[in-house]
């Protein structure tokens, strides 16, 4: 299952350098490739907001 990032997300960047498969996309909120993410939960446990959660 996923993760994905949620309204709360303030695009700091933060979890894109923590994702190793680089599943996550940069914008106003950023966005996490279902196809590639491998539900290691790094992202969400860089997250300073706690915009990432699981699917």
Not at 20 to 25: C, L, M, N, T, Y
């Given at each position: 299952?996923?993760?994905k990032i949620?309204?709360?997300c303030v695009a700091c960047?933060?979890?894109?350098d923590e994702c190793?498969?680089?599943?996550?996309?940069a914008g106003d909120i950023?966005?996490?490739n279902p196809d590639e993410c491998i539900?290691?939960?790094?992202?969400a446990a860089?997250?300073?907001t706690g915009?990432?959660?699981a699917e």
């Open positions: 299952m996923a993760h949620t309204d709360s960047g933060t979890c894109i190793p498969v680089g599943a996550i996309s950023y966005v996490i539900d290691c939960g790094a992202c860089a997250c300073p915009a990432i959660e």
